[in-house]
C-alpha cells in the first residue's frame, strides 16, 4: 500500500479556497448568461430614463428640490440592485438544488455558513455590476453629484445583502420555478415601487406616506439616494438600523435552514 | 485502520419508509468492498448518511476515525462520491466542474488544474474538457463524475452503481481503472446489484436486503457459500459419533442428524453408498434453506431484468489473486 503522507487537514485553507471557488462559479454563471443577467436590467434602465426622465420628467420639473432625472437615478440603481441580487441568488440555488448540483457543495467539506456567505457574496456581485451598469447609463442622461461615497457604497452593498439572503431563502423554500417567481412578482416588485423610488414620500397624503414607513426598502433608497443629493426622507441611522437588522436575521435564517437540510436533505 | 465505521445506522424517511433498520459495518483501509443488494435495499440511503446527503434516523458515523457528528469537515474530506444519479450542472463545461470541485475541498486552483488534466486523460475525457457537460454521453458523464470525485484525491472513494446503464466495454474499462486507484491505496466502496461487478472487484462484501445486512464477509467465502449446499440427514436410529465421510464436512447436530456440505457439482451417490456400507440407514433428507440463497435469486432475477449479466459465475476466484479476466 503506497498512500503519500497527507498534510494534515487546513479548515483555514480549505475554507478559503472554497469560498473562492463558489464566487468563481457564480461569477462565471453570471458571465455565462450575460443576456439575462447584465443586458435586461440596462435596456429597463435606458426604458426608465427615455420615459421617465427625458419625456415625463420634464414636466414634472422637481422633486425634493431636484432636477427629476437626478432624483430617480439612485432609486432606479437601486431598484436593479435589489431585483438583480434577490433575482440571482434564487434562481442559482433553486437550479442547483432542482439540477442536483447543490449536491456538489454538501459534500463537501465547507460549513453551511459558508456556502451561504458565498452565494450571497454572488448576489451582491450580480448587485453591484447591474448597479454600475445602471449607473453608467444614467450618465448618458443626467449628471450624478456624489455627496457620500461611502454611503453610497455601504448602503447599495447592505441592501444587496439583504435581498440576496432573501433570494437564498427563498430558494431553499421553492419546490417549483412558480415559487421562485411569486415573492419577487407579488411582494418585492410592489413594495420596491412603493418605496420610493420615482417620488418624494412627503408628497403623498398623511396615510400613505405613514404606511410608508413600514416599507423597508424606502429605508434602503433613501440611504442611498442621500449618498448622492444629501438629502433623504427618512433618518440615515435608521435606514442602516433596519438593513443591519434584517441582514443578520436573514443571515442567521438562511443558515439554520440549510445546516437542517430544508427542502434539499431528507 | 477504518476507513468506514456505521453503528446501529437507521433511517426512517418522512413517508414512512423505513430505509435502513440498524446497520453495523466495518470497512478497513485500503479494502475494496462491495455493498451489494437489490433496487431499494437500502444501499443509496446508507450512501446517503455517509455522505451528508441524507439526515440520519438514528447511528453513529465514522470516517477514518473522524465522528461525522463531531468532526464533519474532516470526515467530509476524506471522502470521493460518485452518486448514483447525475448531479453536476450539464450548463458547465467539463474542466469547470472538476475544477470547482476541487475547490470545494479547497485545492488551490492551479493544483486543480493540473489534476483535471491528469484525471481528464486517465478517463478519456480530455479531448472533451471545453464541451459543456450536457453533450456528453451517458458513459462520459458517469466517468466525469468519477474524474470529479479523485480531484481532492480523497483517501475513501464511494461510487453508488457506477456502471449502471453502462455498457460492457466501458464497464470493463471503469473496473481497471478502479483496480488501479485501489493498487495505490484509495479504499473503495462500490454499491451494485451485479453480483458479477463485485464478485470481479471487490474483496470484502456486505449483502443488504430491505435494510438489513444480511452477510458480511470474503467475497471469496460468500461465493463459495453460494456453490455448496447444505443437505440434512435423519437417521433411523441414533448413532455416537458423525459417519466419516471422506472429501465432505459433516456436522452432527443431535444423535440422529447431520449435515453434509455439499459442491453444487458434486453428486450423492457417493455419500448414499457411504452411508450404507458404514450401517447407517437414511429416514429423510433435505436441502437446508440457505437465506443467502433466496436473496440471491431474488438479486438473479432484478438484474436479469435489467442487463442479463448477473449470474453468479463458478469458476472464478475472486479478489485480488484472482484478478483473471471476465469471462463472460
Ligand atoms: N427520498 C425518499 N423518500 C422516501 N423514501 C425513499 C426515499 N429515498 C429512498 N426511499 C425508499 O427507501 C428504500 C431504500 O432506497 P435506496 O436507498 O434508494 O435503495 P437502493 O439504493 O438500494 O436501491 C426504498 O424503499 C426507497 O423507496
Ligand atoms: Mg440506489
Redesign the pocket.
Given at each position: 500500500m503506497t498512500t503519500a503522507p497527507r498534510p494534515p487537514l487546513d479548515l483555514g485553507a480549505t475554507r478559503r479556497v472554497g469560498f473562492r471557488t463558489i464566487l468563481i462559479r457564480e461569477f462565471g454563471r453570471i458571465m455565462r448568461i450575460w443576456g439575462q443577467t447584465v443586458l435586461p436590467p440596462a435596456v429597463t434602465a435606458t426604458l426608465y430614463f427615455i420615459i421617465f426622465g427625458s419625456l415625463i420628467g420634464r414636466r414634472i420639473g422637481e422633486m425634493g428640490g431636484f432636477d427629476y432625472m437626478q432624483y430617480i437615478a439612485p432609486g432606479l440603481i437601486m431598484m436593479s440592485v435589489i431585483t438583480n441580487s434577490y433575482g440571482n441568488v434564487v434562481s442559482s440555488f433553486f437550479g442547483a438544488k432542482f439540477s442536483k448540483h447543490i449536491e456538489e457543495l454538501m459534500v463537501s467539506p465547507l460549513p453551511s455558513w459558508l456556502i451561504v456567505i458565498g452565494y450571497i457574496c454572488g448576489g451582491v456581485l450580480r448587485g453591484l455590476i447591474v448597479g454600475a451598469v445602471v449607473t453608467a447609463v444614467a450618465l448618458f442622461f443626467t449628471r450624478l453629484s456624489v455627496h457620500h461615497v461611502l454611503i453610497i457604497l455601504s448602503s447599495v452593498i447592505l441592501t444587496a445583502t439583504v435581498f440576496s439572503l432573501g433570494g437564498f431563502i427563498n430558494a431553499i423554500y421553492a419546490r417549483n420555478f412558480d415559487q421562485i417567481s411569486w415573492f419577487p412578482t407579488y411582494i418585492l416588485a410592489p413594495l420596491t415601487y412603493l418605496g420610493g423610488v420615482f417620488y418624494s414620500v412627503s408628497l403623498l397624503p398623511a396615510w400613505a406616506e405613514k404606511l410608508s414607513y413600514a416599507n423597508p426598502i424606502l429605508y434602503m433608497v433613501n440611504a442611498f439616494r442621500y449618498g448622492f443629493l444629501g438629502s433623504s426622507d427618512v433618518p440615515i441611522g435608521v435606514a442602516y438600523a433596519i438593513m443591519l437588522a434584517f441582514a443578520a436575521v436573514l443571515f442567521t435564517v438562511a443558515v439554520m435552514l440549510l445546516n437542517r437540510g430544508v427542502g434539499i436533505r431528507? | 485502520m477504518l476507513a468506514l465505521s456505521l453503528k446501529n445506522l437507521t433511517k426512517t424517511?418522512?413517508?414512512g419508509?423505513q430505509?435502513l433498520k440498524g446497520i453495523d459495518l466495518e470497512v478497513e483501509e485500503g479494502d475494496f468492498f462491495a455493498l451489494l443488494?437489490?433496487?431499494?435495499?437500502?444501499?443509496?440511503?446508507?450512501i446517503?448518511i455517509v455522505t451528508s446527503l441524507v439526515n440520519k434516523s438514528v447511528g453513529q458515523v465514522e470516517v477514518f476515525g473522524h465522528d461525522a457528528d463531531t468532526a464533519l469537515e474532516a470526515a467530509k474530506s476524506c471522502i470521493g462520491l460518485v452518486p448514483?444519479e447525475i448531479n453536476f450542472n450539464q450548463f458547465e463545461s467539463v474542466e469547470t466542474i472538476v475544477v470547482n470541485q476541487a475547490g470545494f475541498y479547497g485545492v488551490p486552483r492551479k493544483l486543480a488544474r493540473e489534476r483535471a488534466e491528469r484525471y481528464l486523460k486517465q478517463l478519456q475525457l480530455w479531448d472533451k474538457r471545453r464541451a459543456v457537460a450536457r453533450s456528453l454521453s451517458g458513459g462520459m458523464k458517469r466517468r466525469l463524475m468519477i474524474a470529479r470525485a479523485l480531484m481532492h484525491e480523497p483517501r475513501m472513494l464511494i461510487l453508488?452503481?457506477p456502471t449502471a446503464g453502462v455498457d460492457i466495454e466501458i464497464r470493463r474499462s471503469m473496473w481497471e481503472f478502479l483496480r488501479d486507484i485501489n493498487d495505490r491505496g484509495t479504499t473503495i466502496i462500490l454499491?451494485t446489484h451485479y453480483l458479477e461487478e463485485a464478485e470481479n472487484l471487490c474483496r470484502h462484501v456486505a449483502i443488504?436486503d430491505h435494510?438489513r445486512i444480511i452477510e458480511r464477509d470474503r467475497m471469496s467465502n460468500v461465493i463459495r457459500k453460494l456453490q455448496t449446499e447444505i443437505f440434512v440427514f435423519n437417521l433411523r436410529s441414533a448413532v455416537a459419533t458423525a459417519p466419516v465421510l471422506p472429501g465432505y464436512a459433516v456436522k452432527l447436530t443431535d444423535d440422529r442428524t447431520f449435515e453434509i456440505e455439499v459442491d453444487r457439482e458434486q453428486n450423492l451417490n457417493d455419500i448414499f453408498a457411504q452411508l450404507s456400507a458404514q450401517g447407517m440407514e437414511v429416514l429423510s433428507m433435505r436441502n437446508k434453506v440457505n437465506r443467502l440463497e433466496d436473496f440471491f435469486m431474488k438479486l438473479v432475477e432484478g438484474s436479469a431484468a435489467a442487463s442479463a449479466t448477473a449470474a453468479p459465475t463458478a469458476a472464478t476466484e475472486p479478489g485480488r489473486s484472482g484478478r483473471c479476466p471476465v469471462n463472460h
Open positions: 431528507e | 424517511y418522512k413517508n419508509v430505509a443488494g437489490p433496487n431499494g435495499a437500502g444501499k443509496t440511503t446508507a446517503g448514483q453508488d452503481e454499491t443488504i435494510g
